[in-house]
T-cell receptor, first 117, second 112 residues
Framework: EAGVAQSPRYKIIEKRQSVAFWCNPI?????LYWYQQILGQGPKLLIQ????????DSQLPKDRFSAERLKGVDSTLKIQPAKLEDSAVYLC???????????????FGPGTRLTVL | LAKTTQPISMDSYEGQEVNITCSHN???????ITWYQQFPSQGPRFIIQ???TKVTNEVASLFIPADRKSSTLSLPRVSLSDTAVYYC?????????????FGSGTRLSIRP
């Protein structure tokens, strides 16, 4: 089974530039997550999609970050304009709904390492 | 929001059993305890999840006491390849509106 795919793996930009990251979840996984992981910290959830609808985007800095999942499959996360503090690894994860109330297992991609100069 | 507290780092040796304890005093009734493992330059990987008592799978065991205010991840007979960061999460049940929060994790180093 193919895992979560992300591209690019690395990106270096200058502050105030724009950048976009792409994620293709595991086939059949309805839920997709974007996380930001700053060096030395745990991942922080930015946005969660259920199919193509947003479930939670409370921690997404909406003045500069945007995300979409138009057809309920792959997703794009954009930063415009980037700031120095956006330097981090951006992780995408997907999950498949289990029965009952037990939380879904999230499957993570390898991430995109962003460096803002 | 339920937060977790776990050791910043731990060291052990190959072949030993490693126990990592996590404190989650504010866990809610419909929250689960989940552990992820993360290697450098990779995304986290699910290890184990439980609600109460003991859960065991092919790689680890999870012990949860009756009050559920703490939990212990047990890794039997560790090897060098178990060197990684381990995250303890309190994860809301599917029907809950609570958020998923990762802490800073425990950096486990295994020595020969």
């Amino acid at each position: 089974e193919a895992g979560v795919a992300q591209s690019p793996r690395y990106k270096i930009i200058e502050k105030r530039q724009s950048v976009a990251f792409w994620c293709n979840p595991i086939s059949g996984h309805a839920t997709l997550y974007w996380y930001q992981q700053i060096l030395g910290q745990g991942p922080k959830l930015l946005i969660q999609f259920q199919n193509n609808g947003v479930v939670d985007d409370s921690q997404l800095p909406k003045d500069r970050f945007s995300a979409e999942r138009l057809k309920g499959v792959d997703s794009t996360l954009k930063i415009q304009p980037a700031k120095l503090e956006d330097s981090a690894v951006y992780l995408c994860a997907s999950s498949l709904r289990l029965a009952g109330d037990e939380p879904d297992t999230q499957y993570f991609g390898p991430g995109t390492r962003l460096t803002v100069l | 929001l339920a937060k977790t507290t776990q050791p910043i780092s731990m060291d052990s040796y190959e072949g030993q059993e490693v126990n990592i304890t996590c404190s989650h005093n504010n866990i809610a009734t419909n929250d689960y305890i989940t552990w992820y493992q993360q290697f450098p330059s990779q995304g986290p990987r699910f290890i184990i999840q439980g609600y109460k008592t003991k859960v065991t799978n092919e790689v680890a065991s999870l012990f949860i006491p009756a009050d559920r205010k703490s939990s212990t991840l047990s890794l039997p007979r560790v090897s060098l390849s178990d060197t990684a960061v381990y995250y303890c999460l309190v994860v809301p049940g599917y029907s809950s509106a609570s958020k998923i929060i990762f802490g800073s994790g425990t950096r486990l180093s295994i020595r020969p």
